[in-house]
């Protein structure tokens, strides 16, 4: 069982950056891949961003390439998501996931998520 808490979501203005966190409690944290989704208002929830069980690997949506980094620390059961030069359109909630799988852009191949965080960029 893995429980994950995110944090740092907030109104920002476009061009900001923010860092997003998502703190994992339970075993096992570095056996799963770690993927960021979101969703706006009105939307399905979307792939942001994942990484591999031990940082190595990385993916991204086509939206976020360039400006969104994601990263994780085992040791400290957490990942992160650096987003920098935010534009309205990434206003969303962000949820962070876990999975046993590296199916990285399916909602249904992640078995854990958190609550979400709100990062709204205002224009």
């Known amino acids: 069982q893995v429980q994950l808490v995110e944090s740092g979501g907030t109104l920002v203005q476009a061009g900001d950056s923010l860092r997003l966190s998502c703190e994992a409690s339970?075993?096992?944290?570095?056996?799963?891949?770690m993927g960021w989704f979101r969703q706006a208002p009105g939307k399905e929830r979307e792939f942001v961003a994942a990484v591999k069980w031990d940082g190595g690997s990385t993916n991204y949506a086509d939206s976020v390439k360039g400006r969104f980094t994601i990263s994780r620390d085992n040791a400290k059961k957490t990942v992160y998501l650096q987003m920098n030069s935010l534009k309205p359109e990434d206003t969303a909630v962000y949820y962070c996931?876990?999975?046993?799988?590296?199916?990285?852009?399916?909602?249904?191949?992640?078995?854990?998520w958190g609550q979400g965080t709100r990062v709204t960029v205002s224009s």
């Open positions: 996931a876990a999975s046993s799988l590296w199916i990285v852009v399916r909602t249904l191949a992640y078995d854990y």
């Open positions: 339970g075993r096992s944290f570095s056996n799963y891949a």
